[in-house]
């Protein structure tokens, strides 16, 4: 049976969120049950996913907006959309299907009581939408099958909190005390798997709709994105392989300890312990890294010939 999954995503900003999101759609392993979206401006990521389930063949998918701003603050206000690289790919509701009329929160609450123990919540973004999920429905942790999240670095020392829980490190340390079973996942463990330019090409040669979203996306991040890598990582798939195969990202058990000062600054203490809490990352081998890239290639091609 296909591995249910909800991905809780800032898609838009950096490249590899909507990568993640194009692989799971065409692998036959996952059947992803929900996206949302969080940190900034949600609804233009809302756009932005439902852009790539339409173009994908799975309109149906539900894809709902959730916080804009970290916990405690809530919805103050939505930050400027030049955060969102790649708008352009729906700068309107235009041919796009309807969002979902919850909030991200709620939805991920509804689902998961609806399917106990069934459900993955994986996130890629900050973990804002996955706190108030816990904090407002608070059997949501007992409900969901456990969250794999990308945020950190916990293959080597010295050990660092990434910017995904950096972005709302109380949300990560609400997660952390949960009792939900929580895998982390360095964001660094995928570097070694960027895309090659001739990867980047074939995609761009490959001249069909999926193909072309992807083109079009990693162009708008290039010219956007002041931070952005010759070409696209793959760091947000590591979720993904972990539950295609849990013998291809090396883990082990411990406890993660997300500590805030008063003045938010977000501090991560990881204890190695074969009965901890928490499954945390390991380093990935070049050689896993590069047949994990040439997988993503493989699915993405067969699927735009398909």
Same mark, same amino acid.
């Given at each position: 049976?296909?591995?249910?999954?909800?991905?809780?995503?800032?898609?838009?900003?950096?490249? &590899?969120?909507?990568?993640?999101?194009?692989?799971?759609?065409?692998?036959?392993?996952?059947?992803?049950?929900?996206?949302?979206?969080?940190?900034?401006?949600?609804?233009?990521?809302?756009?932005?996913?439902?852009?790539?389930?339409?173009?994908?063949?799975?309109?149906?998918t539900p894809v709902a907006a959730g916080y804009v701003d970290s916990m405690p603050h809530g919805d103050q206000g939505?930050?400027?959309?030049?955060?969102?690289?790649?708008?352009?790919?729906?700068? +309107? #509701?235009?041919?796009?299907?309807?969002?979902?009329?919850?909030?991200?929160?709620?939805?991920?609450?509804?689902?998961?009581?609806?399917?106990?123990?069934?459900?993955?919540?994986?996130?890629?973004?900050?973990?804002?939408?996955?706190?108030?999920?816990?904090?407002?429905?608070?059997?949501?942790?007992? +409900?969901?099958?456990?969250?794999?999240?990308?945020?950190?670095?916990?293959?080597?020392?010295?050990?660092?909190?990434?910017?995904?829980?950096?972005? &709302?490190?109380?949300?990560?340390?609400?997660?952390?005390?949960?009792?939900?079973?929580?895998?982390?996942?360095?964001?660094?463990?995928?570097?070694?798997?960027? @895309?090659? #330019?001739?990867?980047?090409?074939?995609?761009?040669?490959?001249?069909?709709?999926?193909?072309?979203?992807?083109?079009?996306?990693?162009?708008?991040?290039?010219?956007?994105?002041?931070?952005?890598?010759?070409?696209?990582?793959?760091?947000?798939?590591?979720?993904?392989?972990? @539950?295609?195969?849990?013998?291809?990202?090396?883990?082990?058990?411990?406890?993660?300890?997300?500590?805030?000062?008063?003045?938010?600054?977000?501090?991560?203490?990881?204890?190695?312990?074969?009965?901890?809490?928490?499954?945390?990352?390991?380093? @990935?081998? +070049?050689?896993?890294?590069?047949?994990?890239?040439?997988?993503?290639?493989?699915?993405?091609?067969?699927?735009?010939?398909?």
């Amino acid at each position: 049976m296909p591995i249910k999954i909800i991905i809780d995503t800032d898609i838009g900003e950096n490249i &590899d969120d909507l990568l993640a999101v194009a692989f799971a759609l065409t692998s036959p392993e996952f059947e992803i049950v929900a996206i949302t979206t969080v940190n900034g401006d949600t609804p233009a990521r809302s756009r932005i996913a439902r852009r790539t389930t339409a173009t994908f063949r799975k309109p149906h998918t539900p894809v709902a907006a959730g916080y804009v701003d970290s916990m405690p603050h809530g919805d103050q206000g939505i930050v400027p959309e030049s955060s969102v690289t790649q708008g352009a790919l729906a700068p +309107n #509701e235009a041919d796009l299907p309807p969002p979902s009329p919850l909030r991200a929160d709620e939805l991920i609450a509804q689902l998961a009581a609806e399917q106990p123990g069934e459900i993955w919540l994986l996130t890629i973004g900050a973990m804002t939408n996955v706190g108030h999920a816990f904090v407002r429905y608070p059997e949501t942790a007992l +409900n969901l099958r456990g969250v794999v999240s990308c945020g950190g670095r916990f293959a080597t020392p010295p050990v660092a909190i990434g910017w995904n829980l950096r972005y &709302d490190p109380i949300a990560a340390a609400v997660t952390a005390c949960s009792g939900v079973d929580w895998t982390l996942l360095s964001e660094g463990m995928m570097d070694d798997a960027a @895309l090659r #330019e001739e990867d980047v090409e074939r995609i761009k040669d490959a001249g069909l709709p999926t193909t072309d979203l992807l083109a079009r996306a990693m162009e708008l991040w290039k010219k956007n994105k002041r931070d952005a890598t010759p070409t696209p990582r793959l760091n947000d798939l590591s979720v993904l392989f972990y @539950l295609m195969n849990e013998e291809w990202i090396p883990v082990r058990r411990g406890r993660a300890i997300i500590a805030i000062s008063p003045d938010r600054i977000a501090e991560l203490w990881i204890e190695h312990d074969p009965a901890g809490p928490h499954t945390l990352g390991r380093s @990935l081998d +070049n050689q896993r890294a590069e047949w994990l890239r040439a997988l993503f290639m493989e699915r993405i091609l067969s699927a735009a010939a398909g």
